[in-house]
């Protein structure tokens, strides 16, 4: 009786807790006749089983019988319950107690403590990188303000440039908008790029709405001009540049001055006007360039 009390009745039948008398007695009936000892006659445990099966079915079949095996059952069960959070309990305060004493050694270790100071070091360089360094800050704005007078000098020769394959794009752009009308470097490169090689793209970082872009071939520029319109939501107007006067023939005063003439004659000592275009749009497209990677590594 004692091992029949220890076991699971209804794990022996087959049937879960809650299953209703006439179940029980429908799984009682298919192990009963597969353990039958008539049916396995040179089986000794056969026997065994359909008598356990026979108390199973006794018990769980009487309405007051099945009420007090519920109840050990559900005491035992509450009782591995309570040893398994005792159990998860009394491995957490070893796992504590491991910890501190590791945590004691390793404050006895010279080698650990160099290693923590080189922790500390890779701390404050992460902090660094995260809140910006003043002298990066000092870069960019430098390069900030060198690109603006570059760009200011370019604009200006554009209007009176020949001999290359320059367009000047412009879109609709309010001064206080920070996506500058859907338009940016990746998205006019995108856009444009498709008529043929791009040697320069540049925005303007003074006027929103405003870029200038060079081809490498005449053709490809012309389709580009004439082809062109952008995004439906703020179509881009393009107009090319290499028809206009030479520079020869105007005069210095109506494209700026002396601003225009200092910052070309510099150059202009050592290179033909050839040359001193792809000198400018090289740096500025350089310089572009370092902007764009100085501010994502910044944010």
Sequence with gaps: MDSLMESDLYE???????ASVQEIKKAYRRKALCCHPDKNPNNPKAAELFHELSRALEILTDVSARAAYDKIID?????????????????????????????????????????????????????????GSKQVEEEIAFMKKHL???????????EVDCGSYKVKVKWKSD????????????TLYRILSKYGDITALVLSSTKGGRALVEYRRKTDAEIAVNTELGLAQNPLKLEKL????????VPTEQIGGDV???AKNKIKQTMSDVEFEHFVLNNLKRAEERKRVLEKSND
């Design 12 to 18: 022996l039948i087959g049937v879960e807790k809650t």
């Design 75 to 131: 005491a035992k069960y509450q009782a591995k319950l309570r040893v398994k959070e005792f159990d998860s309990k009394r491995k957490k305060l070893k796992e504590d107690l491991e910890a501190r004493e590791e945590a004691y050694k390793r404050s006895l270790d010279v080698v650990y403590n160099v290693q923590s100071d080189k922790d500390k070091l890779q701390a404050e360089i992460e902090r660094l990188q995260k809140e």
């Design 148 to 158: 603006e007078e570059r760009l200011k000098v370019i604009y200006k020769e554009s």
């Design 175 to 186: 001064k206080n908008d920070p996506n500058n009308g859907g338009y940016n470097y990746d």
């Design 242 to 249: 290499w028809h206009t006067q030479k520079e020869s023939n």
């Design 260 to 262: 225009i003439n200092r």
